[in-house]
T-cell receptor, first 109, second 114 residues
Framework: DAKTTQPNSMESNEEEPVHLPCNHS???????IHWYRQLPSQGPEYVIH???SNVNNRMASLAIAEDRKSSTLILHRATLRDAAVYYC??????????FGTGTSLTVIP | EPEVTQTPSHQVTQMGQEVILRCVPI?????FYWYRQILGQKVEFLVS????????KSEIFDDQFSVERPDGSNFTLKIRSTKLEDSAMYFC????????????FGPGTRLTVL
């Protein structure tokens, strides 16, 4: 989705927190924000999703701006296994997933 | 843990040939999807399928593409006359429901059109 933009790449040290930003300035009021990640040679894997409120699960936290035009995926302590491409996704009411450009996360030991 | 499976893992075909990509969604899921990912690019939605019919499709999903659930377990994507630009990784996904539900992706089929 051309309207969902993410930095191409980011680096993090192992055991440090990582904040992955996403801009979705034209999101509609009923679109959910999903985050998936893709490890090399695998299909995308669910990470977290939300609509308006911040969300936490065992994998990550999702912080959604009050105007919903941006969100941030937070990995609290990056591990080497978290190295992947992270996609911010706009999901419409028809359950179509519009993938963002993706951020390739490198975790440095 | 249940998972989506796809076959074959890699398909090589000549331009103009028909290909069928196969997927077995998670057994209690009701909604099925196909996505493609051209090498080095982001994942793109192709089509969603529910109750034996297409519920949504993207501009990419033109008349060359069709989907089918021929039996209770398989979900297929057919490309009638392949073009070079159809070369991509094709992912199948399934979900229990549409509303906010998580989609589970298969490992993908790499299609190479020569």
């Amino acid at each position: 989705d051309a309207k969902t933009t993410q930095p191409n790449s980011m680096e993090s040290n192992e055991e440090e927190p990582v904040h992955l930003p996403c801009n979705h300035s034209t999101i509609s009021g009923t679109d959910y924000i999903h985050w998936y990640r893709q490890l090399p040679s695998q299909g995308p894997e669910y990470v977290i999703h939300g609509l308006t409120s911040n969300v936490n699960n065992r994998m990550a936290s999702l912080a959604i701006a009050e105007d919903r035009k941006s969100s941030t995926l937070i990995l609290h302590r990056a591990t080497l296994r978290d190295a992947a491409v992270y996609y911010c996704i706009r999901k419409n009411t028809g359950n179509q997933f519009y993938f963002g450009t993706g951020t390739s996360l490198t975790v440095i030991p | 843990e249940p998972e989506v499976t796809q076959t074959p893992s890699h398909q090589v075909t000549q331009m103009g040939q028909e290909v069928i990509l196969r997927c077995v969604p998670i057994s209690n899921h009701l909604y099925f999807y196909w996505y493609r990912q051209i090498l080095g690019q982001k994942v793109e939605f192709l089509v969603s399928f529910y109750n034996n019919e297409i519920s949504e499709k993207s501009e990419i999903f033109d008349d060359q593409f069709s989907v089918e659930r021929p039996d209770g377990s398989n979900f297929t994507l057919k490309i009638r006359s392949t073009k070079l630009e159809d070369s991509a990784m094709y992912f199948c996904a399934s979900s229990e429901d549409t509303f906010i539900d998580t989609q589970y992706f298969g490992p993908g089929t790499r299609l190479t059109v020569l």
